[in-house]
């Protein structure tokens, strides 16, 4: 089920190729995944946290922090180029 929602984050962050790296970039793909999580039963009332991290001049990466029920964090990775 991980993988799933692996490619369902890097799906999402196409939407941020050829954007700059910015504060805004990584606030837009952090309302994105958010959003999608959100529209899958499984993460509905979760609490998710999201980190934007740039790691270099054009690439972002996104950490998706999901409390379970057992308050263990799972925690999904994804990096892109934003290719700007």
Request: hydrophobic residues 40%; aromatic residues 4%; proline residues 4%.
């Amino acid at each position: 089920m991980t993988l799933q929602y692996i490619l369902l984050l890097e799906q999402i962050c196409l939407d941020c190729i050829g954007m700059p790296q910015s504060k805004e970039t990584g606030d837009f793909g952090k309302r994105l995944i958010k959003a999608a999580l959100e529209k899958e039963d499984i993460f509905r009332g979760r609490n998710i946290q999201i980190d934007a991290i740039p790691t270099g001049s054009d690439s972002i990466r996104f950490d998706v922090h999901i409390i379970t029920d057992t308050n263990e964090p799972v925690v999904l990775s994804v990096s892109q180029s934003l290719g700007a």
